[in-house]
């Protein structure tokens, strides 16, 4: 099974502040990879999916990028929502598989 | 409006069985794969099984395997977990979920409100 690395597992930053959360895969998944935002007691949101493409919807301060092993998620100017757990997810083969998460406060 | 939702979910005791169920709207639920993921209280994400658009392909974590039972009803719009043989740890918050994609390449761009399975004696 692929295993997928976040770091880091909390992250402490302030609104405006620009911020990066890194996804490391133990093999390669070429550009299948998401990421989704998730809020206490609520379902996940998609934000990206192959690795770099932006969800209809999502602001425009959220990017992605990455290939093969090493991708990364990141916010241009924290806002206020944004503050939640972030997780990357594989979906180059089965069993799918995610990142243990990565707490934004 | 799009949406899923999923219910049948409660307190089973250890060994039980429960069925779980995700109503479509909004959406030909026919032409989607769907996926079930659960997440633990206080834990991350974990993906549990999938179903191919037209029921014909089912693939399952390994936790799960032998023991869950996905399938679908397009004519009903719904998908189903059968829970067999459950254990504490399968104690979660059950979420099903829409792939989009192609080729067992999907991602989840739908997902339910999740429902809450406890095993516990």
């Known amino acids: 099974d692929i295993q997928m690395t976040q770091s880091p597992s909390t992250l402490s930053a302030s609104v405006g502040d620009r911020v990066t959360i890194t996804c490391r895969a133990s093999q390669s998944i070429s550009s299948w990879l998401a990421w989704y935002q998730q809020k206490p007691g609520k379902a996940p949101n998609l934000l990206i999916y192959k690795a770099s493409t932006l969800q209809s919807g999502v602001p425009s301060r959220f990017s992605g990028s990455g290939s093969g092993t090493e991708f990364t998620l990141t916010i241009s100017s924290l806002q206020p929502d944004d503050f939640a757990t972030y997780y990357c997810?594989?979906?180059?083969?089965?069993?799918?598989?995610f990142g243990q998460g990565t707490k934004l406060e | 409006q799009v949406l899923l939702v999923e219910s049948g979910g409660g307190v089973v005791q250890p060994g039980r069985s429960l069925g779980l169920s995700c109503a479509a709207s909004g959406f030909t639920l026919s032409t989607y794969a769907m996926h079930w993921v659960r997440q633990a209280p206080g834990k991350g994400l974990e993906w549990v099984a999938v179903?191919?658009?037209?029921?014909?392909?089912?693939y399952y974590a390994d936790s799960v395997k032998g023991r869950f039972t996905i399938s679908r009803d397009n004519f009903k719009n719904t998908v189903y977990l059968q829970l067999d043989s459950l254990r504490d740890d399968d104690t979660a918050v059950y979420y099903c979920?829409?792939?989009?994609?192609?080729?067992?390449?999907?991602?989840?761009?739908?997902w339910g409100q999740g429902i809450l399975v406890t095993v516990s004696s």
């Open positions: 979920a829409r792939g989009w994609g192609s080729n067992s390449l999907y991602y989840f761009d739908l």
């Open positions: 997810q594989h979906y180059n083969s089965y069993p799918y598989t």
């Open positions: 179903i191919s658009y037209d029921g014909s392909n089912k």
